[in-house]
């Protein structure tokens, strides 16, 4: 689904339940902040991608803000999943830096398609001790499409830990994804760094 590819990359999808940075405390957070939250940052998502600048501008902005309101470090390690325990200390910084690039290269090829994007809140629901902030999200040419945000108070503040789109987990889908390509190439760790590098190397082309 071309929706389901940016929320991916724009929120990198996604974000994690127990596997929070070294420090951060992740607290249960009121419905009412949690909306508010997503509110504000959908203004602010909307306001770069339709306002002015160059594209390149507004890709900065918008993987800045993505930084401020998604846990991306947190969801990378997410998303490695029980490989997280084989990697080696190297694999792993590697996999991390290789994880934001991706985040970083898909937002700018994206970022085109979305002109004209706009977000409207309908609600909340709990989520164990998540909340899921229940969204409308418009794009000109193509059908509104139901986007659910997990929301949790990590350090402090509230960020997002998971994108919902069409009743699937953008970061259970990305996990899949990563673990089948390990489980295919023997376990080794190392070809996923290679299939990520390769994904940049196309991106890169194409940016």
Known sequence: MHLR???????AVTPLLGLMAKGAQADPISAGDAQAFIASAGQQMAGIVNGPGTQQSRAEALRTLVNQIV????????????????????QHTQFQDLFHQLLAY??????????GVSFTVNGTKPQGGDVVV???????GHPPADVGWVVEEIGGKPQIIDVI??????????????SSVITDN??????????????????????
Do not use: C, E, H
């Open 71 to 90: 846990a991306v470090s947190q969801v990378g390690d997410y998303v490695l999943g029980r490989y997280i325990n084989i990697a080696t200390a190297a």
């Open 5 to 11: 590819r940016f929320f991916l990359a724009a929120a």
């Open 165 to 178: 789109v069409a009743g699937t987990s953008l970061r259970i889908t990305t996990r899949n994804d990563y």
């Open 134 to 140: 229940d969204t409308t999200v418009s794009t000109p």
């Open 106 to 115: 898909n937002i700018t090829y994206q970022i085109k398609a979305y002109q």
């Open 186 to 207: 023997g376990g080794n760790v190392s070809a996923l760094l290679s299939a990520m590098r390769n994904q940049i190397q196309k991106l890169s082309a194409n940016s």
